[in-house]
């Protein structure tokens, strides 16, 4: 029997065309909900078996979205789509994603059976005794190089990178972090040395970052 899903994307475009795609693969969609509140709702009403959900739903954090739906059902599948290798670029751990969760890479996936076979996959009676599995389809040799240079990174590294790219002084982020702006200073150079980002008098190293951050995002680099 197949899995009964509860799909929570808020783009509206996305949301559509992702429901007709499992539809056609005979997929048992039987929710559609755009906000956190609709979902739970939702869940307790229809009882799925499995929630689809986007890590980049606005406002809200697809992992606490998925945390408390699966305290009000500690057997439901959790399969999250997400637009970056790395989860500490959107400020999440993945030690907080529930265990037994399917985690997709969005460009990755370039046949929607990987996706569907992850749908079922994540309905096993028992998965909160698995650990979080990341399913990256086809991975580039692009992506396996920033999976590469990210997994250099530590937490502190990466956490000053996204407070960078979020527009934060040098002086806020010291602040918000209970250090010195040197301290800062020297973060931010360590990033630059671990992902080659070379001093250049005509060009800006934080826009550089920033740049970089974005594109491993997965989204338009910044200017």
Not at 16 to 26: C, G, K
Not at 29 to 40: D, Q, R, T, Y
Not at 52 to 78: F, H
Request: charged share 25%.
């Amino acid at each position: 029997m197949n899995a009964r899903i509860l799909v929570v994307i808020d783009d509206v475009f996305e949301m559509s065309t992702l429901v007709a795609a499992l539809r056609m693969f005979e997929m048992d969609v039987i929710g559609e909900a755009k906000s956190e509140i609709v979902a739970l709702n939702m869940l307790r009403r229809l009882q799925p078996d499995v929630i689809l959900v986007d890590m980049q739903i606005a406002g809200t954090s697809a992992v606490k979205i998925a945390i408390r739906m699966r305290k009000e059902n500690p057997n439901i599948g959790v399969v999250i789509l997400n637009s970056c290798s790395d989860l500490r670029l959107i400020g999440e751990s993945i030690e907080d994603v529930p265990a037994g969760s399917k985690i997709l890479l969005k460009r990755s996936i370039v046949d929607l059976s990987v996706l569907c076979a992850a749908i079922e996959e994540s309905k096993i009676s028992g998965a909160e005794k698995h650990k979080v599995a990341w399913i990256n389809g086809n991975t580039s040799i692009q992506e396996k190089g920033i999976l590469s240079l990210m997994a250099h990174l530590t937490d502190t590294q990466v956490e000053v990178l996204r407070l960078v790219a979020n527009g934060m002084t040098n002086a806020q982020i010291g602040r918000s972090r209970y250090v010195s702006e040197k301290s800062v200073e020297q973060v931010i150079s360590r990033v630059a040395q671990e992902l080659n980002v070379l001093p250049d008098r005509n060009k800006n190293m934080r826009v550089q970052l920033v740049s970089e951050y974005y594109r491993w995002l997965g989204a338009p680099a910044q200017q």
